[in-house]
């Protein structure tokens, strides 16, 4: 089956740790995006990458990090400079045909 | 900047009851204008696509129209199992990287 995965599905962590968001795709997109959602608001763009080795900065991008070494994988760091690192964090892939396909998502709760 | 307000934010319909929600949006040339449903604790599911204004596009009980102001997601005679949270999003000429602009949605809740 192809698809978009997450994991884990939920993660816990102690305020000044950074954490990995894995994000995997075999649908064979190009491009690969991250989004946070928090209540009340809409999808934030944090990155973006179209192409292997090479990704760009979203509106919301401060205290995070991202790597594209493979064009499967699409890993997200949340750094301790996040201010407001509990939300809910979606990874997203596309062709050039625009429409943008979404993973299960991950919780991120930071205490 | 690009903008996308949706209303209402929450519509509760009895099962059967057909009604619209609303995509109002301002962009700088509009690329594409996207559908998505999504169920609580999971990611959206992609509905439609629609790219210029009087374009429809249908899914079951749902059907997608846009002008070139705003989009409406219609859904006739809903089941229960059509609640969701439906999300609205754009994606401009200009914008780089095939960036979409989201707006808040609409928390559809169909009842028996």
């Known amino acids: 089956d192809g698809g978009i995965t997450q994991s884990p599905k939920y993660l816990f962590r102690k305020e000044g740790q950074n954490v990995t968001l894995s994000c995997e795709q075999n649908l064979n997109h190009d491009a690969m995006y991250w989004y946070r959602q928090d209540p009340g608001q809409g999808l934030r763009l944090i990155y973006y990458?179209?192409?292997?080795?090479?990704?760009q900065k979203g509106d919301i991008a401060e205290g995070y990090s991202v790597s594209r070494e493979k064009k499967e994988s699409f890993p997200l760091t949340v750094t301790s400079a996040q201010k407001n690192p509990t939300a809910f964090y979606l990874c997203?892939?596309?062709?050039?045909?625009?429409?943008?396909?979404f993973g299960p998502g991950t919780r991120l709760t930071v205490t | 900047e690009d903008q996308v307000t949706q209303s209402p934010e929450a519509l509760r319909l009895q099962e059967g009851e057909s009604s619209s929600l609303n995509c109002s949006y301002t962009?700088?040339?509009?690329?594409?204008l996207f559908w998505y449903r999504q169920d609580p604790g999971k990611g959206p599911e992609f509905l439609f696509t629609?790219?210029?204004a009087g374009e429809e596009k249908e899914k079951e009980r749902l059907k997608a129209t846009l002008t070139k102001k705003e989009s409406f997601l219609h859904i006739t005679a809903p089941k229960p199992e059509d609640s969701a949270t439906y999300l609205c999003a754009v994606q401009s000429l200009t914008g780089g990287g095939n960036k979409l602009t989201f707006g808040t949605g609409t928390q559809l809740k169909v009842e028996l």
């Open positions: 997203a892939s596309s062709t050039n045909s625009y429409e943008q396909y």
């Open positions: 962009v700088s040339g509009l690329r594409g």
């Open positions: 629609l790219y210029s």
């Open positions: 990458s179209q192409i292997v080795n090479d990704f």
